[in-house]
């Protein structure tokens, strides 16, 4: 379709001359308003005010100056139908053949600690939505762009062919409706989050692609990532890549499980994970002895798994880690000696991530055939409860110690969850079973000898005494668990004949 009249209004300048002085060089009238028009008039281009178009100065600070019929009227009317040409030249209107519009900055505004509700509001756009609407429903006659990447696509056909093709328009017609689609979106949320709506009539989220991967959990399953706006910097969307292959879809979510484990950390620790499930975590004096502790949790398991550390991965860590198989390591920070360690090996992934717990709450979004589940992130920790002994025997200091590290492990466990720990180490995990018995007894068997004297967590309640008695079995001390059960007697009876402390939280950690 020939271009003879554009309409240019943005927020984002960029490329934006470059681009208008391609337009005016084919002959095309420059339409625009306030800073882009200034921006294009410093360039020595001539341009139209919109005011000039519609013949009515912008008002309301602003607020009105594009929501007019000879604005609309050129972008909407078809051009082979000879009532809208007919309606067009009674009016004295013009068509618009191309727009290029992005919209006001509302999400670097949100995103702003110094911005407040008011600030917000004036910058959601009205009159940038509606063109870009009005453009991309009229596509066939009318090109819209939005994203400066597509000047030079645009550029190319106007130069080559004098006009654009159907399916370029098409193309960027789509894109618009996406972006105005996230731009919405985006509004709703903030709008719904101010208003505490905690579970709206509908649920609109938006999110930007990553990059495409080569295939999902399996070859046969297409698959990409994308983020969500203002993803935090403590997210694997945000981590940096500092060297390996490209991650694919389950390295993805691996990683996401170990940085949610270690978040749970202060003192220096570490995680390795395998399948989303933790299947080592310690935590030391240092950094090397916590990863050595974590590694001897389950050296079988640790192959060809992710790691995850709080503290700055250095050159000492760095040779301890080399001669193990591992996918990827996430660390705040790696050293340039520890990079020159690591990139030796070629196919190994490392990932900066500032390991931190997120300030704010995020909602978990879970797809199911034909539906989402929407549910608020499992943040409760044991600050959050008040914990009782159920038991005649109270847990001493280092079954306390060693019961904290294993409650916060099974929160990140494949339910049914039971998890063995001992000197702040997991020893064995249970994890994904039918039954919470069938969990302990695979945690036991992978802690060996080591079960003995350890203390056990469970995700949720033991609906009978059978788990209790497994864990004496063996060699269990104390056992930390949610209680709640109509049998939790018979389990607190077991576990007073075997001597063995049992601490209710109170808090379940179901994860499936």
């Known amino acids: 379709m020939t271009i003879r009249r554009a309409l240019l209004s943005v927020s984002d300048k960029t490329g934006l001359v470059p681009f208008a002085k391609a337009l005016y060089e084919q002959g095309v009238e420059l339409i625009s308003t306030g800073g882009t028009k ?33 604005i609309h009227g050129g972008l909407l009317a078809k051009r082979e139908e000879a009532a809208h040409e007919a309606a067009l030249s009674e009016a004295g209107i013009n068509y618009i053949d191309l727009v290029v519009v992005n919209l006001y900055p509302f999400r670097a505004t949100i ?45 190319a056909e106007l130069k080559e062919n004098g006009a654009t093709s159907a399916a370029t328009r098409q193309k960027l017609a789509a894109k618009v409706f996406r972006h105005t689609a996230g731009y919405d979106a985006l509004i709703s949320q903030y709008m719904t989050e101010q208003a505490e709506e905690t579970a709206p009539e509908s649920y609109t989220a938006t999110f930007e692609k ?48 170990a940085l949610a484990v270690i978040k749970e950390f202060t003192k220096p620790s570490a995680v390795a994970v395998k399948h989303m499930n933790p299947c080592g975590i310690a935590s030391g004096e240092n950094v090397y ?38 996918e990827v390591i996430i660390a705040p920070g790696f050293t340039e000696e520890a990079v020159q360690v690591l990139t030796t090996k070629k196919n190994l992934r490392l990932l900066e991530v500032p390991v931190q717990a997120s300030a704010q709450t995020e909602k978990r979004l879970t797809s199911i055939h034909g539906g989402l589940l929407v549910q608020d992130e499992d943040t409760g920790s044991l600050s959050d409860v008040e914990l009782s002994v159920a038991t005649e025997r109270e847990p001493d200091e280092e079954e306390w110690r060693d019961l904290e590290l294993a409650w916060k492990a099974v929160k990140h466990v494949k339910s049914n969850a039971i998890v063995l720990a001992k000197n702040e180490q997991t020893t064995g995990v249970g994890a994904g079973q039918m ?77 499936h």
């Open 289 to 326: 002895e916590a990863f050595d502790k974590t590694y001897q949790a389950d050296p079988v398991s640790i192959f060809g798994g992710i790691t995850a550390f709080n503290e700055e991965v250095d050159e000492t860590l760095a040779v301890q880690l080399k001669d193990i198989f591992l």
């Open 111 to 155: 995103e702003n600690p110094e911005s407040s509700y008011s600030d917000a509001i004036e910058n959601i756009d009205i009159g940038g939505p509606s063109m870009l609407r009005a453009a991309a429903k009229n596509h066939a006659d009318v090109t819209v762009v939005t994203d400066p990447a597509d000047y030079e696509v645009v550029a």
């Open 435 to 511: 039954n919470r018995v069938g969990s302990a007894g695979i945690a036991i068997e992978a802690a060996g000898t080591e079960a003995r004297n350890s203390v056990m967590a469970s995700d949720a309640f033991f609906p009978m005494k059978d788990t209790v008695e497994t864990a004496a079995g063996a060699g269990v001390r104390a056992i930390i668990q949610p209680g709640g059960s109509i049998r939790d007697e018979e389990s607190i009876q077991a576990a007073n004949e075997h001597g063995i402390a049992m601490v209710f939280t109170g808090m379940r950690h179901f994860k």
């Open 210 to 257: 990553v990059q495409g991967l080569r295939y999902g959990e399996n070859p046969h399953q297409q698959a990409a990532f994308y983020r969500k706006p203002g993803a935090g910097a403590s997210s694997i969307a945000n981590a940096k890549q500092l060297h390996g292959k490209e991650l694919s879809y389950n390295n993805i979510n691996d990683a996401e499980a």
């Open 38 to 70: 200034r921006a294009l008039e410093a360039e020595g281009l001539s341009v139209t005010g919109v005011d000039e178009v519609t013949g009515f100065p912008e008002i309301l600070e602003g607020r009105v100056k594009t929501l007019h019929p000879n």
